[in-house]
């Protein structure tokens, strides 16, 4: 069965920091492009950074401007978005994503709630 299975949200005051974490199972991770989308209440899902799965170059969305780090660590199955000087702008629910470029295989995970307070 595979799995994504998001953790580290939570409240946190502006200008503070989270690290949310993704587990992967089920299907051979190191093959996948990951990377981390938010959705706000009444906004579009957006993507906030993705990571290849070779070339370990990170994107990032305009409005990370710096603030946030991806990484991956392929011997646990985990991905990570570090996430420092947060806004309340930033409060959404955050799912990690893979997908396996050859042929667009997706998967999401259930989504972790990030808030900050001003």
């Known amino acids: 069965e595979v799995q994504l299975v998001e953790s580290g949200g939570g409240l946190v005051q502006a200008g503070g920091s989270l690290k949310l974490s993704c587990i992967a199972s089920g299907f051979t991770f190191d093959d996948y492009a990951i990377g981390w989308f938010r959705q706000a209440p009444g906004k579009e899902r957006e993507g906030v950074s993705c990571i290849e799965s070779s070339a370990y170059i990170p994107y990032y969305g305009d409005f990370v401007q710096d603030r946030f780090t991806i990484s991956r660590d392929n011997a646990k199955n985990t991905m990570y978005l570090q996430m420092n000087s947060l806004k309340p702008e930033d409060t959404a629910v955050y799912y990690c994503?893979?997908?396996?470029?050859?042929?667009?295989?997706?998967?999401w995970g259930q989504g972790t709630q990030v808030t900050v307070s001003s």
């Open positions: 994503h893979a997908r396996l470029m050859s042929n667009s295989t997706q998967y």
